[in-house]
């Protein structure tokens, strides 16, 4: 078995978490699965692959392997289907935070699939920093300033944001008509990984930008905590107008402070810049563009 099939084959037995299920797709007998997996350890001198009676894991060498395998494998798909027409085709691993991927991305994916059917995509929802190419990951986006210059990238849109609060919070505290009247209330504060500390809250007012930061009860580092804390009225919050249209319609949250509004939000796409992106990336790319443009102009 060469290099490229016993690549193939420990991918399989990785996915399946089973040297029998691997060989049964693949067609197999166990035996060479599991003697496939065997070779590619000795070759590289490493352990790929935790064995037990019940199932089967990767190493932590295991699994940065499998990572680059699924991308070498792909690529070399990709590769082929420049020369004979196919359709993009294998594995997409996306980074993205959870309120944009619940809000945005999954609704838009029944016709991205109808237009790709032989793709998969992986939506890891995570806004830590994140080794691209070590954890095979082939694409984050990332909200605000992007700050990671190793990579390459474009923004995908400036999406407006808005202060709001629950309306059992201002049913408790009150509207603040202005920013003067602030004093007495209390946000929900998020604390920034990329700047280590709790955001304030900034308004706009004649072109003049504020920082306020309220006292904070309860501080959360995820924009989907964020959210929920606001809609139990623990606080203020400011948040993506496309997060919150829904409560606003509702009227279960109340958009506050409208005449000082915070700074819109950029939003970026970040891949590697050590080689060109592959065909499944690209096409991906040019579909999230699309789509957050939309999203920017509705905003």
């Known amino acids: 078995m060469d290099r490229l099939d016993a690549m193939r084959v420990f991918v399989r037995v990785v996915e399946r978490s ?8 693949l ?19 490493v352990k790929l692959l935790e064995r037990s009676t019940r199932q089967v894991r990767t190493t932590s060498d295991g699994q940065s392997y499998y990572n680059r395998c699924v991308a070498l494998l792909t690529d070399i ?45 992986h939506l890891n929802e995570d806004d830590r920093y994140v080794d691209l190419v070590r954890e095979g990951v082939d694409c984050v986006i990332r909200s605000g300033n992007p700050g990671q210059g190793d990579l390459a990238g474009n923004q995908l849109a400036n999406v407006s944001q808005v202060t709001v609060a629950s309306s059992a919070y201002i049913k408790q505290f009150g509207t ?9 209330h209390k946000m929900v504060g998020f604390h920034s990984t990329a700047t280590g500390s709790v955001l304030p809250l900034e308004f706009d007012g004649d072109g003049e930008m504020k920082k306020i930061a309220l006292p904070t009860q309860l501080t959360v580092s995820g924009a989907e905590t964020l959210l929920e804390a606001a809609r139990k009225g623990l606080g203020i919050v400011q948040l ?5 249209a829904s409560d606003i319609a509702s009227g279960s949250m109340v958009e506050i402070l409208s005449d000082t509004p915070p700074p819109s939000m950029s939003v970026h796409v970040l891949y590697p810049n050590t080689k060109q992106p592959s065909l499944r990336v690209r096409v991906f790319l040019q579909w999230i563009a699309d789509l957050y443009r939309a999203i920017g102009q509705e905003s």
């Open 18 to 25: 089973s040297f029998v299920r691997a060989a049964e797709d």
């Open 27 to 45: 067609g197999l007998p166990a035996s060479t699965t599991s003697e496939a997996v065997k070779q590619l350890e000795r070759r590289l001198g």
């Open 77 to 121: 798909e990709d590769a082929e289907s420049a020369f004979d027409g196919r359709v993009p085709r294998g594995q997409l691993t996306v980074g993205v935070m959870g309120v944009q991927a619940r809000q945005i991305i999954v609704p838009a994916l029944p016709s991205f699939f109808a237009k790709y059917p032989e793709l998969r995509l």
């Open 176 to 184: 603040p008509a202005g920013l003067a009247q602030l004093q007495g």
């Open 240 to 244: 993506p107008y496309y997060a919150v």
